[in-house]
């Protein structure tokens, strides 16, 4: 008997989702890093077992809408909850959970709410897994207030982890094979760990390590497109689009040492991505207001 299914991760931003999808798979295909709305789109990771298939969606953060690139993050949110066999919520169990956080929680279990007209008990159409991350950051005896905010909700189970211990995160699994339906094909090849293209990936490395070195005030103004990719002579070309001259003089840097240490951070991962030598070159483009058009395609 084999089972599949399409299983969506959502919550804040930084609670660790990218993170945890990378964990779960084995390997890195979504880009992490400690700043706000680090990822942009819906992000396929496929992790196929003898018996079982999940594909995860890791999804932006949920966060609200201040461009058209906001808005398309929170509508790939929404898409990505619906539709699937199972939603993993994660909440980042070192911070505080707030009223608005407990009234989305709510309104998600609703709008997943059956009950049976016979008996008038309630079930879910989706399972939900309220997954706390980051417990090895704190105590119990921290946590229990936050935990307890939780306790309210209905019909749907609450598992405490650690992505940097390996804490539960086969438990998280084997419930989440439990509601997966069965299937007698799986939809994807054992060796496809994403639907994402190389270029994509490519392009990403590059935002995580320029989200890494940039100040606060810059990275959610920046994007990446790949503007030549020969695979086979591991020649790249790439702009990093900005908002202003000011944060192009900050992404280059005094005589180009800045976008210098980004090519050579982005490079290295891309050569371990790819298997080969690169030769990435990196150049910085301004084009104002790129934001409220929404994202480029690679």
């Known amino acids: 008997m084999k089972k599949s299914g399409y299983v969506s991760i959502i919550g804040r931003t930084n609670a660790g989702k990218s993170t945890l999808l990378n964990k779960l798979i084995g390997q890195k295909i979504s880009i992490v890093s400690p700043k706000k709305q680090t990822t942009r789109e819906n992000i396929l990771g496929i992790l196929t077992k003898d018996n079982y298939q999940i594909i995860f969606v890791d999804t932006p953060g949920i966060h609200k809408s201040k461009n058209a ?144 070195l940039l100040d606060e005030e810059i990275p959610h103004g920046i994007a990446v497109s790949i503007t030549s990719f020969d695979e086979d002579s591991g020649e790249i070309s790439a702009d990093i689009i900005c908002e202003r001259e000011g944060h192009k003089r900050i992404i280059v840097g005094h005589n180009g040492e800045m976008i210098k240490k980004i090519g050579t951070n982005a490079r290295k991962e891309i050569e371990y991505l790819l298997g080969q030598k690169v030769n990435l070159k990196l150049f910085v483009r301004v084009e104002k207001d790129w934001r409220a058009k929404g994202r480029f395609e690679n």
Do not use: C, H, W
Request: overall charge negative; aromatic content about 6%; charged content about 35%.
């Open 69 to 212: 690139l906001d808005k398309a993050m929170n509508k790939d949110v929404r898409a990505a909850s619906e539709g699937v066999d199972a939603i993993i919520y994660l909440i980042d169990i070192t911070k505080k959970i707030d009223d608005e956080e407990i009234r989305y929680l709510k309104n998600l279990i609703e709008k997943n709410t059956e009950i049976d007209e016979k008996t008038g008990k309630k079930s879910l159409l989706t399972p939900i897994f309220i997954v706390l991350s980051k417990i090895d950051a704190t105590s119990m005896e921290k946590s229990y207030s936050e935990v307890q905010k939780l306790n309210q909700l209905e019909l749907v189970e609450i598992l405490p982890i650690s992505t940097f211990k390996n804490k539960n995160l086969d438990l998280l699994i084997n419930k989440i094979v439990e509601v997966l339906p069965e299937v007698e094909f799986f939809n994807f090849e054992e060796d496809e760990i994403t639907d994402k293209s190389v270029r994509f990936l490519v392009s990403e490395i590059i935002r995580e390590k320029t989200l890494y």
